[in-house]
């Protein structure tokens, strides 16, 4: 079945925050969410369950566990147990639930930076202080500088969150990567939660992701990972994500933090996420395919634009773009003045930067690359 990502759907009255949040002449190319309808799998699964009528008090449906269950063991060779499995009504409650429930207040929490905002806001909210963890450039990936992160370690260092692929960046973390995290973590006695949301976003033909817990039964034993259909079957707006926690004195902590605060997870999501993960893989072929041209094209026009630097993403649909060549003193600000909203490098900790989503159409990303052009070519480069 062939597949149409270049469609344009109106977005703009449908409630959608993407597109509602500046005013109608700039183009919104920000928050993390595509512009194209979810898979037809997903779509009627969602018109049976509402055909039903009834959305009483649900329960996970067996299925949704099965199914994640048989995936991770296809496509990551990671042997998961039902048990291990908790669902949540989304990833970034799952940070907040980790810190709560893995850190005292007086210990500190670990993030690679830049990094997806609620990283660190997970901690602030806590009243946890956090150590960064620098991503450096090698070799054209953002990868994460341990040995600088070693030498202000100062013993009260509970919880490593860690982002794998990495947003921004989207960097795939390599096996000698992770293992290279897990010797930090068993080093210094850390708990990792590893947030895996854009694991099936993967564009590098030859990479694969590999679950953190996966690596050995160490690895396993103090970690959380987080996982989700949202961003790769765009149903974000829905919110159904998984927490799995292999270790059983974790879970019951993770457990007791969450109670009477953070609900089940909706019947509706679910029903979304159990299509997504069953039925939904020639659909995200197709995706992938559309993402890895759109990545392609953006990254060379920006590649040959004066001022700007991009290195193409490994995965993800954000592209994360060194502006720092721009003879302007806020980069996000200089292209919103061009109709163009990008995510702020400064919410992710460098704002020389601005992330942009290229999850959009054919025309709509000619239309940035063109908006872009215009604004380069104001600055006298
Ligand atoms: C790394 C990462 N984690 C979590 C989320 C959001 O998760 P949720 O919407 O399930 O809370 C995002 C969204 O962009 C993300 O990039």
Partial sequence: MAFNFNEQSDRRHSDSVKWNKY?????????????????????????????HGIFGYGTTP????????????????????????????????????????????HQRTLAPVPIYPPFYKASQLADRAQQTIPLVLNQGRCVMDLDAAQAEMRGDEKLLMLCNPQNP??????????????????????????????????????????????????????????ISPSKTWNIAGLGASLAIIPNPELRRRFAIARQGIVPGV????????????????????????????QRDRLCSAINAMPGLQVMPPEATYLAWVDASGLPVDDPWRFFLQHGLAFSPGKEFGDERFVRINFACSEATLDEAIARMQRAIATCGL
């Fill in 266 to 293: 909706d019947v509706l999501s679910l029903t979304a996420a159990t299509a997504a993960w069953r039925d939904g893989e020639p659909w995200r072929q197709a995706l992938l395919a559309h993402l890895r041209r």
């Fill in 62 to 105: 067996d299925a949704l566990f099965e199914v994640v269950i048989q995936h991770l063991k296809q496509r990551y060779q990671w042997e998961v147990k039902p048990e291990w499995l908790i669902t949540l009504p989304g990833v970034v409650s799952g940070l907040n639930l980790a810190v709560r429930a893995f850190t005292e207040p």
């Fill in 169 to 226: 960046g989207g960097t795939v973390y390599r096996r000698d990567e992770l293992m290279a995290q897990l010797a930090f973590a068993e080093r210094h006695d850390l708990i990792v939660s590893s947030d895996e949301i854009h694991c099936e976003l993967l564009l590098e033909p030859g990479l694969t992701h590999i679950p953190f817990a996966s690596l050995n039964e160490r690895a396993a034993q103090r970690s959380v990972t987080f």
């Fill in 23 to 51: 005013p109608e002449n700039v183009l919104p190319m920000w928050v993390a969410d595509m512009d194209f309808p979810t898979a037809p799998c997903v779509l009627e699964a969602l018109h049976q369950r509402v055909d």
